[in-house]
């Protein structure tokens, strides 16, 4: 195996650099002379491996963290700001701008996904349109929303308008498997709603926002939406002391969550939106369809070489069928092609963390010393910037890769006699996101499913885990999330209901009337959005 592919496309070539040498404050891209980190791709251009400099990104310090802060705070404004109580259609109109302008920018984001995060191009094409067609959708969203709720109900003899109204200001945090994707579902429904924001790309994947920040500044009020470099601890760490943040953001890890919910000084007043770790696992039943289980076992276990939060990261495969299910299954997963992102067929891609391969060894040799086998041939074979799959049987509760997160290349197989075994390692485990059930039986499946609908927040019948479509809830039990993300409830998770009640009498009445009909209001209005 070897990771020093040459040949890049024309067009996919690192002919300059990016040097992002300016970052978002209320509305300005400031000029950064300080100090900068490179940014560097795990994907060699020559021969001989070396990794490949991007550009470089502002080391920003607590100074500018705090300046983004205010900025977002004063566009809030106590709920009083320009943003916050604009009329809904002139934010529609504000975010169609934006989402106009992103379009324009696919080809230089997905080049620098490639680069910047080793996803592979159709995969990186994906991320880019299914992020412009979540603005698209949430758009559409916002407005049924705002339509259902234009009316009044009428209780006990109290009228009420009742709406959803923003939370504050927003820190959002995204993670670097989709550093495009998820970063955007938490900030656009937020800034959506009429929060004010402040953001800082994830560790890897921040290049690729340069290319939008134009736009963000072109078509947003001063202050709504404000972009930080550098690093979690420097920039993040002051912004949560501030207790200014009124809700907190974050895909990616629950250790970052963690510091960081601590540092707000009023944790009360700090809503949530998170989603972490999962330990998907699939149950492979004995009359499961052998061959659509493998297929679907693949895709879950190895797209995007397992860097995903939804990514199947344990298999348990019932005894009966589990040494033609390992036959079968290692030898698809041999049959992977490793290649660069932009490569024909490239289904596994170098991996952006220089140091994850040396991280999934460990987790291959703790199982082999406690018993495991690699069964698959390629398993583990090493280069530069990757490390093969290598598939794990039979794994137990001593092993690591039991319950750590690998997040990377290796798949642990499980055996199992009893239906109960995998169903008490899921209610035992710190986990609750997704299942992936095969089998064909109903009777068998039905006590099942009623049971793992309680363990997790989705059960995938007789397929891989997933988010998608983003029209469908996106959570988790246990340590897997809080709050729930899809084109709808991202809205709902970024508000908070507010309503305007008065008493049903005539005083009242005509002063509702008055405000209807004038229109002076941007809350109270019973307007239809087209
Ligand atoms: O990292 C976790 C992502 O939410 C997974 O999304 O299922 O669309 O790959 P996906």
């Excluded at 009329?87 to 080049?111: L, P």
């Excluded at 080793?118 to 929303?145: A, H, L, M, P």
């Excluded at 402040?198 to 736009?215: N, Q």
């Excluded at 707000?264 to 289980?293: F, S, T, W």
Aim: hydrophobic share 40%.
């Amino acid at each position: 195996m070897t990771s020093t592919f040459v040949n890049i496309p024309e067009k996919f070539q690192i002919k300059e650099l990016v040097n992002q040498s300016t970052y978002l404050v209320n509305g300005k891209l400031m000029s950064w002379n300080g100090e900068t980190s490179e940014v560097y791709s795990t994907i060699s251009s020559t021969e001989d491996y070396k990794p490949t400099l991007l550009g470089s990104i502002p080391t920003l310090t607590k100074k500018e963290a705090l300046h983004a802060l205010e900025a977002a705070s004063e566009a809030y404004g106590k709920g009083q700001g320009l943003w916050p109580t604009m009329k809904v259609t002139d934010r529609v109109a504000c975010m169609e701008k934006f989402v106009k302008q992103m379009k324009t920018k696919r080809d230089e984001v997905v080049k620098l996904l490639m680069w910047e995060i080793g996803k592979n191009v159709s995969d990186s094409e994906k991320e880019f349109d299914r992020t412009v067609e979540y603005i698209e959708d949430t758009i559409e969203e916002y407005k049924q929303i705002d339509r259902d709720s234009a009316k009044f109900v009428k209780h006990a003899g109290v009228y009420a308008h009742i709406r959803r109204g923003p939370l504050g200001v927003v820190l959002c945090l995204g993670p670097y498997n989709y550093p495009l994707n998820e970063t955007f579902a938490l900030l656009i429904p937020a800034i959506m709603m009429g929060n004010t924001t402040v953001f800082k790309p994830a560790k890897h994947g921040v290049l690729l926002l340069s290319p939008l920040l134009e736009a963000f500044r072109n078509s947003f009020p001063e202050g709504v939406v404000n972009i930080l470099y550098g690093r979690g601890r420097t920039v993040a760490a002051p912004i949560m002391q501030s207790g200014k943040v009124d809700v907190l953001a974050l895909i990616g890890n629950s250790k970052s969550a963690n510091a960081l919910q601590e540092q707000h000084p009023k944790q009360n007043r700090l809503r949530l939106v998170l989603g972490l770790e999962a330990k998907n696992p699939a149950i492979v039943l004995p009359d499961a369809d052998l061959d659509l289980a493998i297929e679907e076992c693949i895709a879950g276990t190895l797209s995007f070489n397992g860097q995903r939060c939804t990514a199947l990261k344990i298999l348990y495969v019932h005894e009966d069928i589990v040494e033609e299910f390992n036959k079968c299954f290692s030898a698809r997963v041999d049959a992977l092609k490793f290649a660069n992102p932009w490569d024909n067929g490239a289904k596994l891609t170098p991996l952006p963390e220089p140091d994850k391969p040396a991280y999934i060894q460990e987790l291959i040799d703790d199982a082999t010393e406690k018993g495991a086998k690699v069964i698959n041939e390629k398993g583990g074979e090493t280069t530069e910037n990757y490390i093969f799959p290598a598939v794990l049987f039979p794994v137990n509760k001593t092993m690591r890769v039991f319950e750590e997160e690998q997040f990377g290349p290796v798949i642990p197989i499980v055996s199992f006699k009893n239906i109960e075994e995998p169903l008490d390692d899921m209610a035992e485990s710190n986990y609750g996101q997704q299942v992936s059930l095969f089998g064909k039986d109903v009777k068998t499946l039905a006590p099942l499913i009623d049971t793992l609908v309680n363990l997790v927040c989705r059960v995938n019948l007789n397929s891989s885990c997933q988010r998608g479509p983003d029209v469908y809830p996106f959570t988790g039990r246990k340590d897997s999330a809080v709050a729930t993300l899809s084109v709808h409830d991202a809205l709902r998770s970024f508000s908070i209901r507010t309503f305007v009640a008065s008493k049903d009498n005539n005083y009242n009445n005509a002063i509702l009337n008055e405000l209807l009909e004038s229109k002076a209001s941007n809350f109270v209005s019973t307007d239809y959005i087209l």
